[in-house]
């Protein structure tokens, strides 16, 4: 089955600068990429996706891009702001697999 | 338009009880799915239903039982609750595409 790794578990950046989080895959078979955000006592919120047939998607502060050839793909964040402080996991699926395989998350703490 | 629900928010529970976790959604999504999230392991599929009637194991079934009887409701039943089932459990739904929407989550400690 699917494997995803994700790195690093904890990022600590100033407000206003960047951060990127970067996550691999196993199976080559997977097609569909997406990253949750999640607050302290909340559920996982779809911040952005990204299909295997696309090579960056954008969407404001945000960015995942995808290496099929490596297998690896990353959010992006840039400006970071306070609010942009939680857990963000990232999970892939193969087309007509059960559910998505997620990674471990990293735990971004924005500092001002 | 709620989305996703689950009751109870919070839940203790005694080893040997049991108990029933709800999970309804109002977006008319055919999929619906439960993970649980422990620290430090992301999440991991539990069970999973495509519709009314249809229902499969992921990745932890062992000690949980679904049924998927209506399309709008996905219950989550822990037949006799062990310490190891102490977790966050959220439940999620998905549409014809990929994307999937969760639920705010249920807090189980099992003592």
């Known amino acids: 089955g699917e494997n995803v790794e994700q790195h690093p578990s904890t990022l600590s950046v100033q407000e206003g600068d960047s951060a990127v989080i970067k996550c691999t895959y196993s199976?080559?078979?997977?097609?569909?990429f997406p990253w949750y955000k999640q607050e302290l006592g909340k559920g996982p919120q779809l911040i952005i996706d990204?299909?295997?047939?696309?090579g960056e998607k954008k969407d404001q502060r945000i960015a995942v891009t995808l290496n099929k050839t490596a297998k690896h793909f990353s959010l992006h964040i840039t400006e970071t702001q306070p609010e942009d402080s939680a857990v963000y996991f990232c999970?892939?699926?193969?087309?007509?697999?059960?559910?998505?395989?997620f990674g471990k998350g990293t735990h971004l703490i924005i500092q001002p | 338009n709620a989305g996703v629900t689950q009751t109870p928010k919070f839940q203790v529970l005694k080893t040997g009880q049991s108990m029933t976790l709800q999970c309804a959604q109002d977006?008319?999504?055919?999929?619906m799915s439960w993970y649980r999230q422990d620290p430090g392991m992301g999440l991991r599929l539990i069970h999973y239903?495509?519709?009314?009637?249809?229902?499969d194991q992921g990745e932890v079934p062992n000690g949980y039982n679904v049924s998927r009887s209506t399309t709008e409701d996905f219950p989550l039943r822990l037949l006799s609750a062990a310490p190891s089932q102490t977790s966050v459990y959220f439940c999620?739904?998905?549409?014809?595409?990929?994307?999937?929407?969760f639920g705010p989550g249920t807090r189980l400690t099992v003592t």
């Open positions: 990204i299909r295997s047939n696309v």
């Open positions: 239903s495509v519709g009314a009637g249809i229902t």
């Open positions: 977006m008319n999504h055919e999929y």
């Open positions: 999620a739904t998905r549409g014809q595409t990929y994307e999937q929407y």
């Open positions: 999970a892939a699926i193969e087309r007509g697999a059960d559910g998505l395989t």
């Open positions: 199976d080559s078979a997977s097609n569909y």
